[in-house]
Protein backbone atom coordinates (compact mmCIF):
# COMPACT_ATOMS: atom_id res chain seq x y z
CA UNK A 1 0.00 0.00 0.00
CA UNK A 2 0.98 3.47 -0.77
CA UNK A 3 0.03 5.93 2.25
CA UNK A 4 0.19 9.36 2.82
CA UNK A 5 -1.16 11.59 5.67
CA UNK A 6 -3.31 14.80 5.63
CA UNK A 7 -5.82 17.46 6.26
CA UNK A 8 -9.16 16.85 4.54
CA UNK A 9 -10.92 19.63 3.29
CA UNK A 10 -14.18 20.91 4.50
CA UNK A 11 -17.40 21.08 1.86
CA UNK A 12 -17.39 25.03 1.82
CA UNK A 13 -13.98 25.04 1.06
CA UNK A 14 -14.19 22.16 -1.47
CA UNK A 15 -16.93 24.17 -2.75
CA UNK A 16 -14.89 27.74 -3.47
CA UNK A 17 -11.83 25.59 -5.16
CA UNK A 18 -14.30 23.67 -7.39
CA UNK A 19 -15.40 26.89 -8.57
CA UNK A 20 -11.98 27.82 -9.09
CA UNK A 21 -11.07 24.81 -10.71
CA UNK A 22 -13.81 25.33 -13.32
CA UNK A 23 -12.47 28.84 -14.27
CA UNK A 24 -9.15 27.61 -14.36
CA UNK A 25 -9.60 24.50 -16.51
CA UNK A 26 -10.49 26.31 -19.98
CA UNK A 27 -7.12 28.02 -19.88
CA UNK A 28 -4.31 25.24 -19.91
CA UNK A 29 -4.31 21.41 -20.80
CA UNK A 30 -2.69 19.92 -18.38
CA UNK A 31 -3.55 17.51 -15.91
CA UNK A 32 -5.65 18.88 -13.27
CA UNK A 33 -6.39 17.25 -9.79
CA UNK A 34 -10.39 16.51 -9.15
CA UNK A 35 -12.34 17.69 -6.78
CA UNK A 36 -11.54 14.21 -4.23
CA UNK A 37 -8.36 14.37 -4.49
CA UNK A 38 -7.50 18.15 -2.94
CA UNK A 39 -6.11 17.80 0.49
CA UNK A 40 -3.12 19.15 2.54
CA UNK A 41 -0.48 16.36 2.99
CA UNK A 42 1.66 16.77 6.38
CA UNK A 43 3.96 13.51 5.41
CA UNK A 44 4.33 11.09 2.38
CA UNK A 45 4.62 7.88 3.69
CA UNK A 46 5.58 5.75 0.95
CA UNK A 47 5.05 1.70 0.35
CA UNK A 48 3.89 0.39 3.46
CA UNK A 49 2.94 -3.27 4.28
CA UNK A 50 -0.58 -3.91 5.02
CA UNK A 51 0.16 -6.72 7.78
CA UNK A 52 1.36 -3.49 9.78
CA UNK A 53 -1.44 -1.56 9.39
CA UNK A 54 -2.53 -1.38 12.91
CA UNK A 55 0.99 -0.39 13.83
CA UNK A 56 0.94 2.34 12.04
CA UNK A 57 -2.11 3.13 13.15
CA UNK A 58 -1.49 3.24 16.69
CA UNK A 59 1.22 5.50 16.19
CA UNK A 60 -0.53 8.21 14.12
CA UNK A 61 -2.81 8.04 16.96
CA UNK A 62 -0.69 9.26 19.86
CA UNK A 63 -0.41 12.77 17.30
CA UNK A 64 -4.48 13.31 18.61
CA UNK A 65 -3.55 14.86 21.78
CA UNK A 66 -3.89 18.82 20.04
CA UNK A 67 -6.05 21.85 19.88
CA UNK A 68 -7.58 22.24 16.58
CA UNK A 69 -6.15 25.21 14.57
CA UNK A 70 -7.01 27.33 11.51
CA UNK A 71 -5.54 26.99 8.25
CA UNK A 72 -6.37 30.01 5.82
CA UNK A 73 -5.61 29.12 1.92
CA UNK A 74 -3.41 31.70 -0.37
CA UNK A 75 -1.35 32.28 -3.25
CA UNK A 76 -0.88 29.98 -5.92
CA UNK A 77 1.92 28.29 -6.55
CA UNK A 78 4.51 27.12 -9.29
CA UNK A 79 6.61 24.21 -8.32
CA UNK A 80 10.05 24.11 -8.69
CA UNK A 81 9.54 27.73 -10.59
CA UNK A 82 7.14 29.64 -12.51
CA UNK A 83 9.68 29.59 -15.60
CA UNK A 84 9.25 25.47 -16.18
CA UNK A 85 6.89 24.45 -13.70
CA UNK A 86 5.84 21.11 -13.05
CA UNK A 87 3.36 21.77 -10.45
CA UNK A 88 0.50 24.57 -9.91
CA UNK A 89 -0.55 24.44 -6.03
CA UNK A 90 -2.40 26.98 -3.49
CA UNK A 91 -0.34 27.51 -0.50
CA UNK A 92 -1.63 28.36 2.90
CA UNK A 93 -0.66 31.31 5.06
CA UNK A 94 2.09 30.67 7.54
CA UNK A 95 0.35 28.67 10.39
CA UNK A 96 2.85 26.98 13.33
CA UNK A 97 0.15 24.39 14.52
CA UNK A 98 0.03 22.70 10.96
CA UNK A 99 4.37 22.95 10.68
CA UNK A 100 4.00 20.91 14.25
CA UNK A 101 1.57 18.57 13.09
CA UNK A 102 3.99 18.00 9.91
CA UNK A 103 7.30 17.86 11.98
CA UNK A 104 5.69 15.50 14.60
CA UNK A 105 3.98 13.49 12.12
CA UNK A 106 7.50 12.99 10.53
CA UNK A 107 9.03 12.00 13.83
CA UNK A 108 6.60 9.57 14.53
CA UNK A 109 6.86 7.97 11.79
CA UNK A 110 10.69 8.03 11.47
CA UNK A 111 10.17 6.17 15.02
CA UNK A 112 8.68 3.42 12.93
CA UNK A 113 11.70 3.13 9.98
CA UNK A 114 10.33 5.56 7.81
CA UNK A 115 12.97 7.91 6.11
CA UNK A 116 12.49 11.46 6.88
CA UNK A 117 11.55 13.81 3.67
CA UNK A 118 14.71 16.00 3.27
CA UNK A 119 12.99 18.85 2.24
CA UNK A 120 11.71 21.50 4.23
CA UNK A 121 7.58 21.09 4.78
CA UNK A 122 5.31 23.66 2.37
CA UNK A 123 2.16 23.17 3.05
CA UNK A 124 0.06 23.59 -0.37
CA UNK A 125 -2.98 21.82 -2.47
CA UNK A 126 -1.79 20.53 -5.62
CA UNK A 127 -3.99 21.73 -8.50
CA UNK A 128 -2.73 20.46 -11.43
CA UNK A 129 0.73 18.88 -12.73
CA UNK A 130 2.34 20.00 -16.36
CA UNK A 131 3.89 16.68 -17.41
CA UNK A 132 4.93 18.37 -20.86
CA UNK A 133 5.38 22.17 -22.13
CA UNK A 134 2.18 23.68 -23.23
CA UNK A 135 1.53 26.94 -23.39
CA UNK A 136 0.00 28.69 -19.88
CA UNK A 137 0.21 32.42 -20.97
CA UNK A 138 -4.02 32.37 -20.77
CA UNK A 139 -3.50 30.55 -17.15
CA UNK A 140 -1.03 32.79 -16.29
CA UNK A 141 -3.40 36.15 -16.62
CA UNK A 142 -6.41 33.97 -15.29
CA UNK A 143 -4.52 33.32 -12.46
CA UNK A 144 -3.42 37.24 -11.80
CA UNK A 145 -7.43 38.27 -11.62
CA UNK A 146 -7.85 36.48 -8.61
CA UNK A 147 -7.93 37.66 -5.01
CA UNK A 148 -6.12 34.81 -3.23
CA UNK A 149 -6.38 35.06 0.01
CA UNK A 150 -10.24 34.59 -1.12
CA UNK A 151 -9.99 30.58 -1.25
CA UNK A 152 -11.32 29.63 2.34
CA UNK A 153 -10.16 29.54 5.99
CA UNK A 154 -10.99 26.49 8.00
CA UNK A 155 -11.00 25.15 11.45
CA UNK A 156 -8.89 21.89 11.50
CA UNK A 157 -9.98 19.29 13.96
CA UNK A 158 -8.19 16.24 12.87
CA UNK A 159 -5.92 14.71 9.99
CA UNK A 160 -6.27 11.28 8.07
CA UNK A 161 -4.39 8.53 6.71
CA UNK A 162 -4.70 8.35 3.02
CA UNK A 163 -3.90 5.42 0.62
CA UNK A 164 -3.10 6.27 -2.95
CA UNK A 165 -3.60 3.52 -5.84
CA UNK A 166 -3.23 4.08 -9.38
CA UNK A 167 -6.21 5.18 -11.69
CA UNK A 168 -6.56 5.63 -15.47
CA UNK A 169 -6.36 9.96 -15.19
CA UNK A 170 -5.10 10.36 -11.48
CA UNK A 171 -4.41 8.59 -8.42
CA UNK A 172 -7.21 7.30 -6.48
CA UNK A 173 -7.26 8.50 -2.67
CA UNK A 174 -9.16 6.40 0.08
CA UNK A 175 -9.38 7.64 3.59
CA UNK A 176 -8.36 4.68 5.79
CA UNK A 177 -8.53 6.63 9.46
CA UNK A 178 -9.14 9.84 10.81
CA UNK A 179 -7.40 11.04 13.72
CA UNK A 180 -9.56 13.79 15.30
CA UNK A 181 -7.41 15.96 17.88
CA UNK A 182 -8.86 15.12 21.46
CA UNK A 183 -8.92 18.89 22.15
CA UNK A 184 -11.84 18.64 19.72
CA UNK A 185 -13.55 16.23 20.84
CA UNK A 186 -13.38 17.50 24.29
CA UNK A 187 -15.07 21.07 23.02
CA UNK A 188 -17.91 18.79 21.32
Given at each position: ??????????P??????E????????????S??????????????????????????????E?????????K??????????????????????????????????????R????????????????????????????????E??????????????????????G???????????????A?????
Open positions: MRLFTAIELPQVLLLLRLLSALRPEAQIWSPLDNLHITTSFIGSWPEARLDELTATLKLSPREQFEVLKDFCWFPNARSPHVLSLGTEQCDPLQKLAEDTRDCLELGIAREKRAYTPHLTLARIKRPVPLQRLRQKLAFEPSSFGTFEVQSFSLYRSDPSNASIYRKLRDFRFQALAAS
